[in-house]
Structure formats: structure tokens, C-alpha cells
């Protein structure tokens, strides 16, 4: 018979509905109640309008339009009503639902996390760690040390105080009025390094000589004098 007949094509169940299609269909039935109640309104204001211009039977006869009117909007008001209370309800339950379902999902994921920290945790020993942590400490101090060590100035005489502070900068002072009327010193020292046989010519006024100079520069200068017949 299978053969003469063919089989039959298999049935395809529909999909089941869900909280979230129950809410949809509920919102849109909400919106057709919304439009047809927002008509009512406007076909109520314009019976209105209508009520106050006229009078008499006329008048009459749009009130009872309008009460007509009035009656079916308040019976899809409370349709509407309804249909607000259900979808409120599936929504609440699709919330839970949503919720437990996350909940489930991060239960798992912290059931996971736990393994792994377990697994990780035995691969490390304190003992390990707190040595690892003073090898460490120890490297810090010794690199501390080397650029102290490095920091050092060498040959800077460290016994100085304000007087000696106070007689160097006198010291400058008095070089620099000295080279500020020195400017002899600058043709002796082109006659010394050009040979000849005169001396320059004796500077008028006394040369002044600075105060607590280094040795080799005190020598320099009583050469030049020399050279001078100072």
C-alpha cells in the first residue's frame, strides 16, 4: 500500500509558544484596544462640539449618539484593562524564569572558576612564593646600593662650611673687578707666546690679586708679573 500510496508527509510540530510570544500577542491586542478607544475620543469631543450648537430634538438625538459612543469605549477600557493585568503577569513570570535561568548560568561559571582556582592553586606553595618575595626584596637593596656606590663624588672635599663659602665668593668677586681691568694681561700673553726681545709696556695702577686661589694659578700669575718687571 506504502507503494501504490506513497507515505504520508511527516507532521511538523509547531514550535511551542513562549512567555516572551504570550507578551507580544498581549501588547498587540493592547495597541488595536489603544487605537479604537483614542477613535472613540475623537468622535466624542466632535459630538460635542455638535451638542452645543444645536437644540432641541436634534440636540437630543446626538446625545444619545454619544451615549452610545461613551458605552462601547468604556467596554474596551476595560478590555484593555484586562489585557494590562495578563501581560503584566506573563511579563513577571518571564522576569523569574529569565532570571533563574541566569542565575543557573552563573552558578555554573563560579562551579567552574572554583575548579580552576583549585587547580591553580595547587601548582603554587607559599613557601615558594614568600622566598621568591625575599630574593626579590634582596635584589631591590643590593641595586639600591650599587647606585649609591655609583652616586658618589670623587676628590669633592666634604669639610666645607660657610666661611670657606663665604672667602670663595669673595675670591670671585675680586677676579672679576681684576678682569674687568685686565686687559694688559691679554698682550702679555701674546708677547709670551710670540717671540721677542721688549717687554710689553708697565700697566698704570696697581694689579690686584685674588684671595685664597689655588696653588698652580698664584704660580701663573707671579711668572706673568715677572714677565711683566712687576
Known sequence: MKRLFGMGKPTVEAPKPTLGDASKRLEERGNT?????????????????????????????????ALQILQQKKAYEGQRNQIGKQQFTVDQIQFTTETMQDTKLQVQAMRDASKGLQQEFKSMKMGDIDKLTDELQG??????????????????????????????????????????????????????????????????????VPQARPQEETTNISELEQQLGL
Not at 151 to 163: I, R, S, T
Open 33 to 65: 484596544l489603544d487605537a479604537k478607544i483614542k477613535g472613540f475620543d475623537e468622535k466624542l469631543a466632535k459630538l460635542a462640539q455638535d451638542i452645543k450648537k444645536t437644540r432641541g430634538p436634534a440636540q437630543q438625538r446626538l446625545k444619545q449618539q
Open 139 to 208: 635584589l631591590m637593596e643590593d641595586a639600591n646600593d650599587i647606585q649609591e656606590v655609583l652616586a658618589q663624588q670623587f676628590g669633592v672635599p666634604e669639610d666645607l662650611d660657610e666661611d670657606d663659602l663665604a672667602a670663595e665668593l669673595d675670591a670671585l668677586a675680586a677676579q672679576m673687578e681684576t678682569e674687568g681691568d685686565a686687559s694688559y694681561l691679554d698682550a702679555a700673553l701674546k708677547s709670551n707666546m710670540t717671540p721677542s726681545t721688549s717687554l710689553p709696556a708697565r700697566p698704570q695702577g696697581t694689579v690686584v
